[in-house]
């Protein structure tokens, strides 16, 4: 597969569709071991429109839900060929040790890496972080199931 991955790569890969696909593109891919990718956050977010007027955030748990898509499209690439199902989604089931740092900001480049931890044909454990100017913003360790 041809690096980057963009959004007509993406959503082959992934179910999600606006306003929920949270990931941009993916820029770094080793199978089954490491992935990186990115999210633009820009002012026109839903999101910013309630978290928090005057004060834009991006929230939290959206920056965990984009962590897991790129993490959702490590796993999903990295199966087996004979294994693969398109049918089956990638479902998370555990999120652990989740540090928030820094806030996200409108403008911000969400650069995400996650490491495979434990990996199999269904489930797999990563960690990630997040980082916006090369400075973590978020971490969290991801356990997820495929199908």
């Known amino acids: 597969m041809d690096l980057p991955l963009t959004y ?13 696909l949270l990931v941009d593109m993916i820029t770094e891919l080793e199978i089954g071991e490491r992935i990186v990718g990115i999210k633009n956050v ?3 977010e839903p999101f910013f429109q309630g978290h928090f007027p005057g004060n ?3 929230p939290g748990v959206l920056v965990i839900e984009a962590m897991a ?5 490590l796993a999903r690439l990295s199966v087996p060929e004979n294994e693969k199902n398109k049918d ?4 998370f089931m555990a999120m652990d040790k989740v540090k928030f740092r820094r806030p996200i900001l409108p403008g911000d480049q969400i650069l ?12 797999w454990k990563m960690k990630g972080k997040a980082m916006v100017n090369k400075k973590v913003a978020a971490e969290a360790e991801l356990v997820a199931a495929i199908g």
Do not use: C, W
């Not at 898509?69 to 499209?73: C, E, L, R, S």
């Not at 089956?88 to 479902?91: F, K, M, S």
């Not at 890496?113 to 489930?123: D, Y």
């Open 56 to 58: 834009p955030i991006m």
């Open 42 to 44: 820009t002012i026109n």
């Open 69 to 73: 898509q790129v993490g959702g499209i």
């Open 112 to 123: 995400f890496e996650l490491t495979a931890m434990r990996k199999g044909s269904r489930i």
């Open 8 to 20: 007509k790569d993406i959503i082959k890969i992934l179910p999600h569709r606006h306003p929920f």
């Open 88 to 91: 089956n989604p990638v479902y």
